[in-house]
């Protein structure tokens, strides 16, 4: 099956500093790729979709200058969140969805964020 | 905009217990929903698919209706076990122009041996 990978699994990092989590496709080509955050006990929200080669949509709310997102090739995504603050501590999820079947998602394991 | 709703936010059964989970939507143009299982601090497993032309879907223990014109879906676990435990999701898939999805915020299941 088609298969999702995050990287890291877990980060903790100064206030103010910058951090970089790697979204990527392992067994199929993903022309959109969809972040999410989860804060404890809630639900998944949607902050961005990205497509391959092009600037990533962001959803109403979300700072498109600190949540960078790049979506280089077909296969790797990432999100950097830049100056980052305790209240950016989260769980931070992402999806692919296949070239060919553009109605289903496949989900990575998440990243854990922790801003101290 | 699409809201999602899950009652019970919390569960807790004794083993062997069958039990459902409810969803309910306010938009009922979508073009499929889905039910999820996430365990603590890891992704999202899915577990069913329902297309909105279809009524119910099966898999195992599990099975899951979908009511689109009442805007409901519920998601039947047969015979529980404690390895059921974990937050169940369900997320609807819109058919309109937003093509994404839309998450209920989750029922905690805790099977009890």
């Known amino acids: 099956g088609a298969v999702v990978s995050q990287h890291p699994s877990r980060v903790i990092c100064k206030s103010g500093t910058s951090v970089k989590i790697e979204c990527r496709s392992l067994d199929f080509q993903a022309t959109t790729m969809f972040w999410y955050r989860q804060f404890p006990k809630k639900s998944l929200m949607l902050m961005a979709t990205?497509?391959?080669?092009?600037?990533?949509?962001?959803e109403q709310g979300v700072e498109k200058d600190k949540f960078l997102i790049n979506h280089a090739s077909l296969t790797l995504s990432t999100l950097t969140v830049t100056s980052a603050h305790p209240e950016d501590s989260s769980f931070y999820i992402c999806?692919?969805?296949?070239?060919?079947?553009?109605?289903?998602?496949?989900f990575g394991p998440g990243t854990r964020l922790l801003v101290l | 905009k699409q809201e999602v709703t899950q009652i019970p936010a919390a569960l807790s059964v004794p083993e062997g217990e069958n039990l459902v989970l409810n969803c309910s939507f306010t938009d009922s143009a979508i073009y499929n929903l889905q039910w999820f299982r996430q365990d603590p601090g890891k992704g999202l497993t899915s577990l069913l698919l329902i297309q909105s032309s279809q009524r119910e879907q099966t898999s195992g223990r599990l099975n899951a209706s979908l009511d689109k014109s009442s805007g409901r879906s519920t998601l039947y676990i047969a015979a529980s076990q404690p390895g059921d435990s974990a937050t169940y999701l369900c997320?609807?898939?819109?058919?309109?122009?937003?093509?994404?999805?839309?998450f209920g915020s989750g029922t905690q299941l805790t099977v009890l041996p």
């Open positions: 990205s497509n391959e080669g092009s600037k990533a949509t962001y």
């Open positions: 999806s692919a969805r296949d070239l060919n079947t553009w109605e289903t998602q496949y």
């Open positions: 997320a609807t898939f819109s058919s309109g122009s937003a093509r994404q999805l839309t």
